[in-house]
């Protein structure tokens, strides 16, 4: 028995070394190793041997299988290399592959991660709402009744459960203090907002706003200028001029619009909006006390500011960009001038 395994050993071997492709390797190890292969048919033998054989023929069987296993995966390997020489062998190795372009960030995109990073060095951290949002938190929390000009059904897209496309980011701040738990409150929300704008060079029916809001106890309006005033300096250098208007919002007391002096060459400079903000509404405290249930929000115990910003008309300062449309129009033009 122990001769037959040498044939059968020597014999697979052969086999294997004269295989040419990985068909005539896998007859060999069919031959040999299958199910009816020569091996196998070997190893059933192994019941017939008397007890005291068994354990010797088992181990010599072992073996036998092992080397040529060893072949196959060798000879396997041997192949491969063979196909993949022949397949490089045409190909010029120096030649210039292509190029793909990289891609590259949108300018709105740019502009937002810019924001974020100078306000996250103020300590604020990024809150989220739904855009698909409830009257509740878009206008009535907000100090904004159902007869004010802002709710009329032509300014908002309206859903027939009654729900809305939110107009902005300020229902955010409702959302942020509905569930806070501790005390300061400091968080911006960048994100779309809808309005039912006639689409011009400066408007579109979505467009992207961040939301700012700080709740403490003693928050005064000084922290909102000098907050506004390093972020826009931040954002547009050191010289940048800016000036808070008085204007009015339902959410704020006092409010501001905020200008800034935009220099065009050969243009007189002039001031451009980019921004509402003001002092949280003392109402709109009410509301949330209200809401929650408990006083962590009570107008006598805590003040706070808010702010909301127009990210597209601030990337169109950046970058003098002349036409908020070509900020959605998908242009690789327009656009691989930001990659
Ligand atoms: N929500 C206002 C708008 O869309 C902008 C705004 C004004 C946000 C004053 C504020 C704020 O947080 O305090 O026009």
């Known amino acids: 028995m122990t001769e037959e395994l040498a ?6 071997l052969t086999a ?3 295989a040419h492709d990985d068909r005539t390797l896998d007859e060999a190890r069919v031959t040999f190793l299958g199910k009816k292969g020569r091996l196998t048919v070997a190893s059933s033998c192994m019941k017939d041997l008397p007890k005291e054989e068994k354990p010797a023929m088992g181990q010599a069987l072992n073996e036998t299988r092992q080397t040529i296993t060893a072949a196959l995966e060798n000879k396997t390997e041997e192949l491969q290399s ?3 020489a022949k397949l490089l062998a045409g190909i010029d190795l120096t030649m210039p592959g292509y190029c793909l372009p990289a891609g590259g960030l949108h300018p709105l995109t740019l502009i937002r991660d810019r924001a974020i990073q100078i306000l996250r060095r103020l300590g604020f951290s990024l809150a989220e709402g739904p855009e698909i949002e409830t009257e509740f938190h878009c206008f009535d929390a907000l100090n904004t009744p159902a007869d004010h000009p802002a709710r009329n059904e032509k300014d908002t897209f309206y859903f027939d459960s009654g ?5 902005h980011t300020s229902s955010v701040q409702i959302r942020t203090m509905e569930k806070a738990k ?9 994100g779309s ?3 039912r704008d006639e689409i011009d060079a400066t408007h579109l029916s979505v467009f992207n706003q961040l939301e700012g809001l700080y709740v ?3 928050v005064r309006l000084s922290d909102l200028k000098g907050t506004l005033e390093y972020f826009f300096q931040s954002l547009f250098g050191e010289k940048t001029e800016i000036r808070f208007r008085p204007h009015f919002f339902p959410f704020t007391e006092p409010s501001f ?5 935009l220099h065009v060459k050969g243009h007189e400079p002039k001031w451009i909006e980019v921004a509402g903000c003001g002092m949280v509404d003392p109402a709109v405290f009410s509301s949330m006390s209200l809401r929650r249930g408990d006083e962590t929000l009570l107008p006598e115990k805590v003040t706070g500011f808010a702010f909301g910003m127009g990210l597209d008309r601030l990337a169109m300062i950046e970058w003098g960009i002349r036409d908020i449309r070509r900020l959605i129009e998908n242009d690789t033009r327009f656009l691989s001038q930001f990659a």
């Open 216 to 218: 403490d106890k003693d």
């Open 7 to 12: 044939a059968i050993q020597t014999e697979a």
């Open 16 to 18: 294997i070394a004269a």
């Open 257 to 261: 619009e905020i200008d800034i002096k």
């Open 163 to 167: 729900k809305l496309l939110r107009t």
């Open 193 to 195: 907002a809808y309005r």
């Open 82 to 84: 063979q196909a993949d």
């Open 182 to 190: 501790q005390m300061p409150i400091r968080i911006i929300a960048p």
